[in-house]
Protein backbone atom coordinates (compact mmCIF):
# COMPACT_ATOMS: atom_id res chain seq x y z
CA UNK A 1 0.00 0.00 0.00
CA UNK A 2 0.87 3.48 -0.32
CA UNK A 3 1.41 6.17 2.84
CA UNK A 4 0.42 9.50 2.04
CA UNK A 5 1.34 12.95 3.74
CA UNK A 6 -0.07 16.18 2.78
CA UNK A 7 1.66 19.45 3.99
CA UNK A 8 1.89 23.15 3.89
CA UNK A 9 -1.68 24.33 4.29
CA UNK A 10 -2.39 27.61 6.05
CA UNK A 11 -4.46 30.68 6.05
CA UNK A 12 -3.29 33.31 2.81
CA UNK A 13 -5.35 36.46 1.28
CA UNK A 14 -6.93 36.15 -1.74
CA UNK A 15 -4.39 36.78 -4.64
CA UNK A 16 -1.73 34.70 -2.56
CA UNK A 17 0.00 31.95 -3.34
CA UNK A 18 0.73 28.43 -1.19
CA UNK A 19 2.73 25.43 -2.40
CA UNK A 20 1.13 22.27 -1.21
CA UNK A 21 3.58 18.68 -0.68
CA UNK A 22 2.79 15.28 -0.84
CA UNK A 23 5.16 12.79 0.15
CA UNK A 24 4.19 9.02 -0.81
CA UNK A 25 5.93 6.42 1.14
CA UNK A 26 5.40 2.10 1.46
CA UNK A 27 4.73 0.75 -1.99
CA UNK A 28 5.90 3.27 -4.30
CA UNK A 29 7.63 1.15 -6.95
CA UNK A 30 4.65 0.11 -8.53
CA UNK A 31 2.97 2.91 -10.41
CA UNK A 32 0.51 4.76 -9.29
CA UNK A 33 -1.59 7.93 -10.39
CA UNK A 34 -1.63 10.70 -7.92
CA UNK A 35 -4.29 13.55 -7.34
CA UNK A 36 -5.72 16.19 -5.33
CA UNK A 37 -8.68 16.59 -3.84
CA UNK A 38 -10.83 19.09 -1.87
CA UNK A 39 -13.66 19.12 0.05
CA UNK A 40 -15.29 23.04 1.62
CA UNK A 41 -17.59 22.99 4.72
CA UNK A 42 -20.88 21.35 3.57
CA UNK A 43 -19.88 19.84 0.35
CA UNK A 44 -18.97 16.82 -1.04
CA UNK A 45 -15.05 15.85 -1.87
CA UNK A 46 -13.56 17.34 -5.42
CA UNK A 47 -11.96 16.68 -7.99
CA UNK A 48 -8.52 19.51 -8.18
CA UNK A 49 -5.63 17.63 -10.09
CA UNK A 50 -3.87 14.69 -10.61
CA UNK A 51 -1.12 13.47 -12.27
CA UNK A 52 0.19 9.85 -14.01
CA UNK A 53 3.19 7.70 -12.18
CA UNK A 54 5.86 9.00 -14.83
CA UNK A 55 4.32 12.18 -15.33
CA UNK A 56 3.05 11.63 -18.91
CA UNK A 57 -0.31 13.24 -18.21
CA UNK A 58 -1.53 15.91 -15.66
CA UNK A 59 -5.01 16.76 -15.28
CA UNK A 60 -6.52 19.90 -13.73
CA UNK A 61 -10.48 20.89 -12.61
CA UNK A 62 -11.16 23.87 -15.00
CA UNK A 63 -11.85 25.87 -11.91
CA UNK A 64 -8.49 25.81 -10.93
CA UNK A 65 -6.96 25.09 -14.40
CA UNK A 66 -4.16 28.55 -15.12
CA UNK A 67 -3.94 28.78 -11.90
CA UNK A 68 -2.56 25.54 -9.75
CA UNK A 69 -0.16 23.34 -11.16
CA UNK A 70 1.59 19.93 -9.71
CA UNK A 71 5.18 19.99 -10.07
CA UNK A 72 7.95 16.76 -9.21
CA UNK A 73 9.83 17.13 -6.03
CA UNK A 74 13.21 16.86 -5.13
CA UNK A 75 12.43 14.23 -2.97
CA UNK A 76 11.45 11.20 -4.21
CA UNK A 77 8.01 10.25 -4.29
CA UNK A 78 7.29 13.73 -3.41
CA UNK A 79 4.52 16.05 -5.60
CA UNK A 80 3.77 19.35 -4.88
CA UNK A 81 0.74 21.61 -5.81
CA UNK A 82 1.60 25.37 -6.33
CA UNK A 83 -1.79 27.02 -6.10
CA UNK A 84 -1.45 30.91 -7.22
CA UNK A 85 -4.37 33.13 -7.66
CA UNK A 86 -6.26 32.18 -4.62
CA UNK A 87 -9.46 32.69 -4.59
CA UNK A 88 -11.92 32.36 -1.45
CA UNK A 89 -13.55 29.44 -3.03
CA UNK A 90 -10.27 27.43 -3.00
CA UNK A 91 -10.94 27.07 0.84
CA UNK A 92 -10.90 23.54 1.87
CA UNK A 93 -9.57 20.82 3.24
CA UNK A 94 -6.92 19.32 0.42
CA UNK A 95 -6.41 15.85 0.63
CA UNK A 96 -3.93 13.79 -1.86
CA UNK A 97 -4.46 10.42 -3.15
CA UNK A 98 -3.57 7.77 -4.73
CA UNK A 99 -4.75 4.64 -6.87
CA UNK A 100 -2.39 1.92 -8.43
CA UNK A 101 -2.16 2.19 -12.29
CA UNK A 102 0.03 1.58 -15.00
CA UNK A 103 -1.79 3.77 -17.67
CA UNK A 104 -1.99 7.53 -17.94
CA UNK A 105 -5.73 7.93 -17.30
CA UNK A 106 -6.36 10.14 -14.38
CA UNK A 107 -9.68 9.22 -12.63
CA UNK A 108 -11.44 12.24 -11.27
CA UNK A 109 -13.83 10.04 -8.71
CA UNK A 110 -12.98 9.85 -4.88
CA UNK A 111 -13.95 6.66 -4.86
CA UNK A 112 -11.50 5.37 -7.54
CA UNK A 113 -9.10 6.07 -5.36
CA UNK A 114 -7.50 3.75 -2.40
CA UNK A 115 -4.97 5.42 -0.53
CA UNK A 116 -5.32 9.13 1.22
CA UNK A 117 -3.51 11.15 3.45
CA UNK A 118 -4.94 12.72 6.21
CA UNK A 119 -5.41 16.10 4.76
CA UNK A 120 -4.34 19.99 4.55
CA UNK A 121 -6.12 23.03 5.75
CA UNK A 122 -6.33 25.67 2.72
CA UNK A 123 -7.72 29.22 3.84
CA UNK A 124 -8.17 32.16 1.88
CA UNK A 125 -9.62 35.16 3.11
CA UNK A 126 -8.70 38.80 3.86
Known amino acids: QVHLVESGGELVQPGGSLRLSCAAS????????MAWFRQAPRKEREFVAG????????VYADSVKGRFTISEGNVENTRFLQMDSLKPEDTGVYFC???????????????????WGQGTQVTVSS
Open 97 to 115: AAKYSSGTYIYGAPNEYDY
Open 51 to 58: VSYKGENT
Open 26 to 33: GYTDIPYI
